[in-house]
């Protein structure tokens, strides 16, 4: 079981800046799961933006991608944090925005396609012009 948290929606400017945060904990280690975050905006369908691999290896969607920065931490603490760099935000990014998890032996290939497993409850970000 891999529980999450997102944390860090707030309303900002169209070119600004904002940081997104996701608190996971769990009984499967950090190590051993692919993540990502995900946004859906009102009336539209769920879209995959940034993935980061076990490895580290980072695929962004082509919307967010030279803008958007995904990064993972892992601490001996258990504070296992993945993050979401959002720079020069659009007003089509106003979305609730979610972090998502899965183990790594349940895919062969984790990209943004993958069904992820493990969903936290969402935090809104909205990008007024």
């Known amino acids: 079981q891999v529980q999450l948290m997102e944390s860090g929606g707030d309303s900002v400017q169209s070119g600004g800046s904002l940081r997104l945060s996701c608190a996971a904990s769990g009984s499967v280690s950090f190590g051993n799961v692919c993540m990502g975050w995900f946004r859906q905006a009102p009336g539209k369908e769920r879209e995959g933006i940034a993935i980061i691999t076990r490895e580290g290896r980072r695929t962004y969607a082509d919307s967010v991608k030279g803008r958007f920065t995904i990064s993972r931490v892992t601490r001996v603490d258990a504070k296992n944090t993945l993050y979401l760099q959002m720079n020069s935000a659009k007003p089509e990014g106003t979305a609730m925005y979610y972090c998502?998890?899965?183990?790594?032996?349940?895919?062969?290939?984790?990209?943004?396609?993958?069904?992820?497993?493990?969903w936290g409850q969402g935090t809104l970000v909205t990008v007024s012009s």
């Open positions: 998502a998890a899965i183990p790594v032996g349940a895919v062969a290939v984790c990209d943004l396609g993958t069904q992820f497993e493990y």
